[in-house]
């Protein structure tokens, strides 16, 4: 059982942005998947190049502004809980991927999360149009009210015991 949020979309066609993603409420689920999917869509003007940076954000509460949102790093499995950084330029490659699974059960972890993205033009002055999406994938439901009509099968396997010796 999972469920897609989608967190953060749009496009990019500036020198520099910061944008941060709707609000996900993570109870009920033990873990998340984030996927980041990017691809320029033209250059305005000449070559340039755009970096896009996203990192996973929590908070104690669903109207959490500002300072109150901060980088999860404490007890995640790979240090931080950022996507790779995807650079895009006129010349390519001019589509993207990136994904990584986190725990959402570990110590001290928030109840909200939200996608941050921040991109940047390699030249002031001449960006490269870039369309993206940050999605949420809930997955490992904490207990059974999740499941829906679950229904149980008897087996016809036989238990069988090995000695060895």
């Known amino acids: 059982m999972f469920k897609v949020i989608p967190s953060l979309w749009g496009s ?10 709707n609000s996900v409420d993570t109870r009920g689920f ?3 998947l984030a996927t980041l999917i990017c691809g320029a869509s033209a250059s305005s003007s000449g070559a340039s190049a755009m970096a896009l940076t996203v990192k996973i954000q929590e908070a104690e509460t669903l109207g959490a502004v500002g300072a109150s949102w ?3 790093t404490d007890g995640v499995i790979n240090g931080s809980f950022k996507l790779s950084e995807c650079s895009l330029t006129a010349s390519g490659p001019t589509l993207y991927m ?3 699974y986190e725990r959402l059960d570990r110590p001290n972890a928030k109840r909200y999360i ?3 993205i921040e991109g940047t033009s390699a030249n002031a002055g001449a960006s490269l149009g870039v369309r993206f999406s940050v999605n949420l994938i809930l ?7 999740y499941c829906v009509q679950p229904t149980s099968y008897a087996t016809t396997n036989a238990d069988f015991t090995y000695n060895v010796g």
């Open 12 to 21: 990019i066609a500036t020198d520099a942005v910061t944008a941060c993603g």
């Open 30 to 32: 033990r873990g998340v």
């Open 70 to 72: 901060t980088d999860i």
């Open 98 to 100: 990136s994904d990584m």
């Open 114 to 116: 939200r996608a941050h």
């Open 139 to 145: 997955c490992d439901p904490v207990d059974t009210l």
